[in-house]
């Protein structure tokens, strides 16, 4: 990336915001699976260590939702 201004009738700078933006719900899309990820690594690994069958994957799956959310929101807020 250059630091001039793109010039006139260039869709150079429009090509940069339209990237920007295609990285950003990337970036918001693998945030919210990884959240959702380790709340079922960690629910299955509660299931496994105490013999709570259901009860650890569905608090995992809840907390990492509840994660992922915040953090799409936290990202969004950015570009508001």
């Given at each position: 990336m250059s630091d001039r201004a793109p010039e006139e009738g260039s869709d150079?700078?429009?090509?940069?915001?339209?990237?920007?933006?295609?990285?950003?719900f990337a970036v918001?899309?693998?945030?919210?699976?990884?959240?959702?990820?380790?709340?079922v690594?960690?629910?299955l690994w509660f299931d496994r260590a105490t013999?709570?069958?259901?009860l650890g994957i569905l608090v995992?799956?809840?907390l990492g939702s509840v994660a992922a959310v915040v953090s799409v929101v936290q990202q969004i807020?950015?570009?508001l």
């Amino acid at each position: 990336m250059s630091d001039r201004a793109p010039e006139e009738g260039s869709d150079q700078g429009n090509d940069e915001k339209s990237m920007a933006a295609g990285v950003a719900f990337a970036v918001m899309g693998t945030t919210a699976a990884g959240c959702v990820a380790v709340g079922v690594v960690l629910g299955l690994w509660f299931d496994r260590a105490t013999g709570l069958s259901p009860l650890g994957i569905l608090v995992g799956i809840v907390l990492g939702s509840v994660a992922a959310v915040v953090s799409v929101v936290q990202q969004i807020r950015r570009f508001l």
